[in-house]
Every structure is written in structure tokens, then in C-alpha cells.
């Protein structure tokens, strides 16, 4: 039996391993730099007396030279912009309604000049807020979202109980009657649901039922399955989403599926047991770190259209990743988990040449574990720039990176 199916069926010696690497790592990591850059890097700092962060890599937190922020405050965040040039914040409103791994889904409307989503918790229900910062006007949608489109005309939501009692690090800390957050009326399996923003209604889109009857998921039901990680295609025509159900034991299982919104079928992108991270490589590929048809982990691209597989071998051994895109779709931005000294490590991957550049290391304190950790969780803003969540300076800060100097 392999070491990872060894700690697959034994959780308790997993937990222990990991709690002695942590600390072992967090005294290597007191005598090492706290970050280190390669030559010609910058960085810039945006930070307050509280912890900041902005959440999860698959939205970008920049627009009009303004950067989103999620700041703490005890059990709920003020969500704030800072101007790129000059540090300064303003504050745009507070929730309940966020974890540290994607916050409350706030973003930019991209298609408007200054207008903010974000989700907010009140009666009983996650919303939808819509904040014009021109004129402060708000708009309230009755539906938590996951991700809408770029007209922001459509809203993907998916079903918020189920992620609370499977996966509360993806969950709300809020008390909520599961009747609200199933959202669907009438349906208790709904998967995934979309919202008309033109008409109010919202309707189940894919059902758990849909989802169990497509490929292989022995041990699935409606009830031990969450859905998570949402998103569009670069050109709207498919959503990609993540698929997990947990059975007897703690065991996970997890696989990518891919809903055509216009023959509305789904595809297996993965699903040999493990998938973790992905993201659009463009409107037919998707890049992703899984478990591949040997039994190893690693990255890939599936390619729809084929329905074909490429592993990336110039990545073999670097371990799991948040993967984001370039705008010229040539390299992707990548992290990892801390190492043995407590350093999470930033990376490029040219998609065409198969070179891999390190941008730099960061020292993530061993206070920043478990639940609490702080990925780096790199997001593309422009052609040369990476945003970044860190806490090399011992608390939640977000860092610009220019990375102009090593494309």
C-alpha cells in the first residue's frame, strides 16, 4: 500500500504528520528571509492595522486602477477599495456573508464603470448585493452567488447548505434554515441555479439528479454531494464546476464536469478520484491539478473538443496550485502550499514553451494553517501584473507584482 492511500484511510496519523510539519516549518522559518524575489521583480504593498485579503484566484479584484479588499473585523469583513497609486482606501459596505477562501464573491462588474457584487446575509438569506460607487446606489438579488456573466445579467448560485455541512472552509458561519439556502422551491437537490436578473426568477439549471446520472460516482447521493468552484467559459458558451461527495470515513471523492449551456449536456473533464484547482486555458481547454489515469497527481489540460488529455510534465513534483491565466493566454501564474520552512512559492508557466520561471518564495507564519491558512491565491490584472494575498509580514496583506522584467 502506497503512503498516500495510507493516510487516505487514516486521517488521525494525517492530521498528526501535518501538525508536526507545521511546526517543525515554523521554527526553520523564523531564521529564513520572510520574501524572496527574483532579480527585477517588484512589489508593492496594500495593507490596514487589520488583516487584509482579497479571496479566491478566479476573479480579478482590479478595476479603473482600484483594488478590492476584504478587511476583518471580528466575525464579519468591511469590503474596501484601495486606489493602486496612492494606497488610500474607501469603504463600501459590511457582511457576514465570507470565508477566507473566497470571501464574500466580491468583484467588479465588468461590463460597468464602477459597479461591485458581492453577497450579504440578511432575513434568514444569503443576497446578492449590485454597489454603484459613483452614486452608492445598491441593488439587492434574493440568490448567493457563485459567479455571473460578464453582462451581469445572470447569476450561477449553488447550493449553500450543502457546502456548509461538507465543506465549511467554501461555507458561511452564519445560521441559516436550509429551506433558504437550497434557493430552488420545491427541488431539495438542486446542484446548481441560475438567476434572471431582468425577471427575479430563479430555476434549477442542473439537478443532483442530472449530475449522479452522468458518468461514474459510485457511493453519490444528493445528500452527501456538494458542488463547487463554478465558472464560465471564457466565451459563455459552458460552465465548468467541481463535483465532491463524502463518504463513511471522511473519504472525498471529487471529479470537473463541464455543462454545454446550449445542449445543455455535461462532460467529464476528470474524474479519476481527485481534482482540486483549475482554470479556463480558453473557451475549449482547461487546465487543472488532479489525480490521472495512473494514479498520479498532477497537471493537465483536457481538451473538450478532443476530449483529450495533456499532462505538463515541466511541472512534475511542484505539487497542487492555484492556476490563473495570462490576458494573452500564454502563461499561467501559479502558487503552492507551504513548504517545510513555511514558504509558499510563486511561479510562471509558459503554456506553449513549457518554461517555468519562480517570481519568489513568501513566509506564510504556522498561525496561518489549517482553516486559517492564507493561499497565495495569484490572479492575473494586466499583462505584466499579479495580485496576490500574503502574510510574509505577519499578518493578511495584499501585494501587487510586477512581473514585466521576467516575461
Given at each position: 500500500?502506497?503512503?498516500k492511500?495510507?493516510?487516505?484511510?487514516?486521517?488521525?496519523?494525517k492530521?498528526?504528520?501535518?501538525?508536526?510539519?507545521?511546526?517543525?516549518?515554523?521554527?526553520?522559518?523564523?531564521?529564513?528571509?520572510?520574501?524572496?524575489?527574483?532579480?527585477?521583480?517588484?512589489?508593492?504593498?496594500?495593507?490596514?492595522?487589520?488583516?487584509?485579503?482579497?479571496?479566491?484566484?478566479?476573479?480579478?479584484?482590479?478595476?479603473?486602477?482600484?483594488?478590492?479588499?476584504?478587511?476583518?473585523?471580528?466575525d464579519?469583513?468591511?469590503?474596501?477599495?484601495?486606489?493602486?497609486e496612492?494606497?488610500?482606501?474607501?469603504?463600501i459596505?459590511?457582511?457576514?456573508?465570507?470565508?477566507?477562501?473566497?470571501?464574500?464573491?466580491?468583484g467588479?462588474?465588468?461590463?460597468?464603470?464602477?459597479?461591485?457584487?458581492?453577497?450579504?446575509f440578511?432575513?434568514?438569506?444569503?443576497?446578492?448585493?449590485?454597489?454603484d460607487?459613483?452614486?452608492?446606489?445598491?441593488?439587492?438579488f434574493?440568490?448567493?452567488?457563485?459567479?455571473?456573466?460578464?453582462?451581469?445579467?445572470?447569476?450561477?448560485?449553488?447550493?449553500?447548505?450543502?457546502?456548509?455541512?461538507?465543506?465549511?472552509e467554501?461555507?458561511?458561519?452564519?445560521?441559516?434554515?436550509?429551506?433558504?439556502?437550497?434557493?430552488?422551491?420545491?427541488?431539495?437537490?438542486?446542484?446548481?441555479?441560475i438567476?434572471d436578473?431582468?425577471?427575479?426568477?430563479?430555476?434549477?439549471?442542473?439537478?443532483?439528479?442530472?449530475?449522479?446520472?452522468?458518468?461514474?460516482?459510485?457511493?453519490?447521493?444528493?445528500?452527501?454531494?456538494?458542488?463547487?468552484?463554478?465558472?464560465y467559459?471564457p466565451?459563455?458558451?459552458?460552465?465548468?464546476?467541481?463535483?465532491?461527495?463524502?463518504?463513511k470515513?471522511?473519504?472525498?471523492?471529487?471529479?470537473?464536469l463541464?455543462?454545454?449551456?446550449?445542449?445543455?449536456?455535461?462532460?467529464?473533464?476528470?474524474?479519476?478520484?481527485?481534482?482540486?484547482?483549475?482554470?479556463?486555458?480558453?473557451?475549449?481547454?482547461?487546465?487543472?491539478?488532479?489525480?490521472?489515469?495512473?494514479?498520479?497527481?498532477?497537471?493537465?489540460?483536457?481538451?473538450?473538443?478532443k476530449?483529450?488529455?495533456?499532462?505538463?510534465?515541466?511541472?512534475?513534483g511542484?505539487?497542487?496550485?492555484?492556476?490563473?491565466?495570462?490576458?494573452?493566454?500564454?502563461w499561467?501564474?501559479?502558487?503552492?502550499?507551504?513548504?517545510?520552512?513555511?514558504?509558499?512559492?510563486?511561479y510562471?508557466?509558459?503554456?506553449?514553451?513549457?518554461?517555468?520561471?519562480?517570481?519568489?518564495?513568501?513566509?506564510?507564519?504556522?498561525k496561518?494553517?489549517?482553516?486559517?491558512?492564507?493561499?497565495?491565491?495569484?490572479?492575473?490584472?494586466?499583462?505584466?501584473?499579479?495580485?496576490?494575498?500574503?502574510?510574509?509580514?505577519?499578518?493578511?496583506?495584499?501585494?501587487?507584482?510586477?512581473?514585466?522584467?521576467?516575461?
Open positions: 500500500m502506497s503512503i492511500k495510507l493516510l487516505q484511510k487514516n486521517p488521525t496519523i492530521k498528526g504528520i501535518k501538525w508536526f510539519y507545521i511546526k517543525l516549518g515554523s521554527i526553520l522559518g523564523y531564521f529564513s528571509a520572510k520574501v524572496n524575489l527574483s532579480p527585477g521583480v517588484s512589489l508593492s504593498r496594500y495593507f490596514t492595522e487589520n488583516d487584509l485579503f482579497y479571496g479566491y484566484y478566479d476573479l480579478n479584484p482590479v478595476h479603473n486602477n482600484r483594488l478590492l479588499a476584504h478587511e476583518m473585523k471580528d464579519s469583513v468591511q469590503l474596501l477599495t484601495f486606489d493602486l496612492t494606497g488610500e482606501f474607501e469603504e459596505a459590511k457582511t457576514t456573508a465570507w470565508n477566507f477562501q473566497q470571501g464574500a464573491r466580491l467588479w462588474r465588468e461590463n460597468a464603470r464602477n459597479q461591485v457584487y458581492f453577497n450579504t440578511s432575513s434568514n438569506s444569503i443576497q446578492t448585493n449590485l454597489v460607487l459613483d452614486n452608492n446606489q445598491r441593488q439587492i434574493d440568490v448567493p452567488l457563485q459567479v455571473a456573466n460578464k453582462s451581469f445579467d445572470t447569476i450561477i448560485s449553488v447550493n449553500i447548505a450543502q457546502i456548509n455541512k461538507y465543506n465549511p467554501y461555507g458561511y458561519k452564519i445560521v441559516t434554515q436550509e429551506k433558504d439556502q437550497v434557493i430552488t422551491p420545491g427541488s431539495q437537490d438542486c446542484g446548481i441555479i438567476y436578473m431582468h425577471t427575479s426568477r430563479k430555476q434549477c439549471l442542473i439537478s443532483f439528479e442530472m449530475i449522479l446520472s452522468h458518468g461514474s460516482c459510485e457511493g453519490a447521493t444528493p445528500s452527501n454531494s456538494e458542488i463547487n468552484h463554478v465558472t467559459s466565451d459563455e458558451m459552458r460552465l465548468a464546476f467541481i463535483h465532491r461527495w463524502y463518504l470515513g471522511g473519504k472525498r471523492v471529487s471529479r470537473l463541464i455543462y454545454d449551456i446550449k445542449t445543455q449536456l455535461i462532460t467529464t473533464a476528470l474524474a479519476n478520484g481527485m481534482v482540486s484547482h483549475y482554470c479556463w486555458q480558453d473557451e475549449i481547454s482547461i487546465f487543472m491539478y488532479g489525480c490521472d489515469q495512473n494514479g498520479q497527481d498532477c497537471f493537465m489540460t483536457y481538451h473538450i473538443l476530449q483529450s488529455m495533456t499532462t505538463h510534465k515541466a511541472l512534475s511542484r505539487g497542487d496550485g492555484h492556476p490563473s491565466i495570462s490576458p494573452d493566454r500564454e499561467i501564474v501559479l502558487d503552492s502550499y507551504p513548504g517545510i520552512s513555511r514558504h509558499q512559492d510563486l510562471l508557466y509558459n503554456i506553449v514553451t513549457n518554461d517555468v520561471k519562480v517570481i519568489g518564495s513568501f513566509h506564510s507564519p504556522a496561518y494553517s489549517n482553516s486559517q491558512r492564507c493561499d497565495l491565491h495569484p490572479r492575473w490584472i494586466a499583462e505584466d501584473q499579479i495580485v496576490i494575498d500574503t502574510t510574509h509580514t505577519g499578518k493578511r496583506e495584499i501585494c501587487l507584482i510586477d512581473v514585466s522584467s521576467v516575461l
